[in-house]
């Protein structure tokens, strides 16, 4: 079993839609949660950085972790064809040198 | 952009070669790591150096090494390739310490494309 979980997709959604992403983990050490996106052919951008459990709201990106299901969601508002990349969740435990990273949700915003 | 740059962006390799592949950090920055990215999945961690020494090795065999300069550039190298080890290769660098806390944040380049056939 991987220490995280991501559906791969691919998620196809039209314009405006509200867009959810969710990643699933096992080990009960990670507290540091990030979210990247990726577009083709480069590298990934931090998105949302979240400490423990709770939601964080960045625009119209909005970042939640609930540490006692092991569940982290990110949820776009307003999507637009830009938001069209691939999206990985990524997280840490306290003073480890990695990030553990998620299989990535290949995500399409269709105009 | 993040200000981590790598070369060569693409390389193609013959199995059993070796290969080097460069990056250079952001300017006070003292931490680098090197991700391997296969096709579909997420990036997985090699190894990190802090101030020039390895601070940290995922389960990658040894043939896998590098190098990082007091100037804030590295080197990973890859010996005896094989054609498992096709992939995207980045290199993210993050400034203070070598731990992961929530101060550190990793600032990812746009990879070397590895093909090895």
């Known amino acids: 079993q991987k220490e995280v979980e991501q559906d791969p997709g691919p998620l196809s959604v039209p314009e405006g839609a509200i867009v959810s992403l969710n990643c699933t983990y096992s080990?009960?050490?990670?507290?540091?949660f990030m979210w990247y996106r990726q577009y083709s052919r480069k590298g990934p951008e931090l998105l949302m950085y979240?400490?423990?459990?709770g939601n964080k709201e960045d625009g119209r990106f909005t970042a939640q972790v609930d540490k006692s299901s092991k569940y982290i969601s990110l949820f776009i508002r307003d999507s637009q064809p830009s938001d069209s990349a691939t999206y990985l969740c990524?997280?840490?435990?306290?003073?480890?040198?990695?990030?553990?990273f998620g299989q990535g949700t290949r995500l399409t915003i269709n105009p | 952009e993040t200000g981590v740059t790598q070369s060569p962006t693409h390389l193609i390799k013959t199995r059993g070669q070796q290969v080097t592949l460069r990056c250079s950090s952001q300017?006070?920055?003292?931490?680098v790591s090197w991700y391997q990215q296969a096709l579909g999945q997420g990036p997985q961690f090699i190894f990190q150096?802090?101030?020039?020494?390895?601070?940290g090795r995922g389960n990658f065999p040894p043939r896998f090494s590098g190098l990082q300069f007091p100037n804030y550039s590295s080197e990973l190298n890859v010996n005896a390739l094989e054609l498992d080890d096709s992939a995207l290769y980045l290199c993210?660098?993050?400034?203070?310490?070598?731990?992961?806390?929530?101060?550190?944040?990793?600032?990812f380049g746009s990879g070397t494309q590895l093909s090895v056939l």
């Open positions: 993210a660098s993050s400034e203070g310490t070598a731990l992961v806390t929530a101060n550190e944040k990793l600032f």
């Open positions: 080990n009960s050490a990670f507290q540091y």
């Open positions: 979240t400490y423990s459990s």
């Open positions: 990524a997280m840490s435990a306290q003073g480890a040198q990695k990030l553990v």
């Open positions: 300017s006070g920055h003292n931490t």
């Open positions: 150096y802090y101030r020039e020494e390895e601070n």
